[in-house]
C-alpha cells in the first residue's frame, strides 16, 4: 500500500477512537458536572455566603435594642429631671402605647414592673434604680446628679399588652463637665471590700457564658442573695453607642430566704464584634453594690485576645435608689 493510503486510514482511525470515547464519556459523566472552565469555582458559594452574612447581620439587628425613643408602637416620653449638678429634683417620665395613651398595666420581670437604667455617654456614674407609677401612668423617683454631662436614660418594660420594650432617650446636665473615657479591658473590680473576677469571653453572634466570682479578702463569698429574682443582676452596654445588650442568669430562680455564691453565671447577646461595658449588681447583707467591667467581644469562631489586668479607668460604684 502506498504511504498517502496508510496514513489516510490512520487518520480516519484516531476519528473513530476519538468518537468513540466521547460517547463513553458522555454515558458515564451527565451532562452538567463538567465544569465550565472559565468558572474557576461553583457560583453556589457566594450564594451561600452571602445567605451567612445576611443571617448574621439580621441576627445583630435583633439583639440589638435600646437605641429608640420608639418601639413596637411604644414611645418614651420626655422625660423631667434636674437641669443642674447637685439640684433636688424628680426624674419623672411616661411610657405611651400605640394608641398614644399612657401605659398603666405592666407585667412583672425581675421582680419589677420597670427597671430604669441611667449612665453618662462615656459609662461612668450608672445606675440601676425602680421608679414607682401613680395611677395616670406617670413614674417617677427622687434625683440629684452627682456630675454634668450627656445621660443615656433606658426604660426596660414589659406592657401586659405587647412584648418587652426597651426605650432610651439623652438628657443633658448642666456643670463642669470632667469625661472619663476606659482606655483598657479591665475583667477585674473592687467596691467596699469585695472584689470580683469576671471569666468567660464574648463572642458577637452568638449567646456567650460568662461567670462573675465574689470574694472578700481571699475568701470565697458564700452569703449572694437574692436580687432580682437572681443572685446578681448583669447589665451590658455598647461601647460606641451605648446598645441594650440581652442579659439573663442561668440556673433556677431563688426562692426568698437562700443564699449562693460565689459565682453567678449568665448568658450575654453581643451583636458586634468591639468593647462593651458590663455592670454587675450584687447584694450581700441587703446592700446592693456595682461592679464594672470593660471586655472585648471577638468575632464567632476568633481566638480570644490575651486578658489584661488593668483596672476599669472611669466606672465608678452604682448609686442605687430603692
Known amino acids: 500500500m502506498r504511504a498517502p493510503a496508510r496514513i489516510g486510514l490512520y487518520v480516519a482511525g484516531l476519528g473513530v477512537v476519538f468518537v468513540a470515547s466521547a460517547a463513553i464519556a458522555g454515558a458515564v459523566v451527565p451532562e452538567g458536572v463538567v465544569p465550565d472552565p472559565a468558572v474557576s469555582h461553583a457560583p453556589e458559594q457566594h450564594v451561600a455566603t452571602g445567605d451567612a452574612l445576611e443571617q448574621q447581620s439580621t441576627r445583630g439587628a435583633a439583639m440589638t435594642r435600646g437605641l429608640s425613643l420608639e418601639q413596637d408602637g411604644y414611645t418614651l416620653g420626655e422625660v423631667e429631671a434636674p437641669a443642674t449638678v447637685g439640684e433636688a429634683g424628680e426624674l419623672a417620665f411616661t411610657l405611651t402605647g400605640p394608641a398614644g395613651e399612657p401605659v398603666t398595666e405592666f407585667d412583672v420581670s425581675h421582680e419589677q414592673q420597670l427597671h430604669l437604667i441611667v449612665v453618662r455617654s462615656d459609662g461612668a456614674h450608672f445606675r440601676h434604680v425602680h ?32 412584648d418587652a420594650v426597651t426605650l432610651t432617650r439623652t438628657i443633658d446636665v448642666a456643670g463642669e463637665l470632667a469625661p472619663v473615657r476606659a482606655s483598657e479591658t479591665s475583667t477585674t473590680a473592687s467596691v467596699d471590700g469585695y472584689d470580683v473576677a469576671l471569666d468567660g469571653q464574648l463572642r458577637a453572634g452568638a449567646t456567650s457564658r460568662l461567670t462573675v466570682e465574689v470574694t472578700r479578702d481571699g475568701e470565697p463569698v458564700t452569703t449572694l442573695e437574692p436580687y432580682l429574682g437572681a443572685y446578681g443582676h448583669l447589665v451590658a452596654l455598647r461601647d460606641g453607642d451605648l446598645a441594650y445588650l440581652h442579659v439573663h442568669p442561668e440556673g433556677a430562680e431563688p426562692k426568698a430566704g437562700q443564699v449562693s455564691g460565689p459565682t453567678v453565671t449568665f448568658g450575654v447577646e453581643a451583636p458586634t464584634p468591639g468593647r462593651y461595658l458590663l455592670y454587675l449588681d450584687f447584694q450581700v447583707e441587703g446592700q446592693v453594690r456595682t461592679a464594672a467591667f470593660v471586655v472585648e467581644a471577638t468575632p464567632d469562631g476568633a481566638p480570644a485576645p490575651a486578658p489584661e489586668d488593668a483596672p476599669a479607668a472611669g466606672h465608678d460604684p452604682a448609686t442605687h435608689d430603692h
Open 131 to 162: 421608679p414607682v407609677m401613680d395611677a395616670d401612668g406617670r413614674w417617677s423617683l427622687p434625683w440629684t446628679w452627682d456630675a454634668a454631662g450627656t445621660y443615656r436614660i433606658y426604660a426596660d418594660a414589659a406592657p401586659s399588652a405587647g
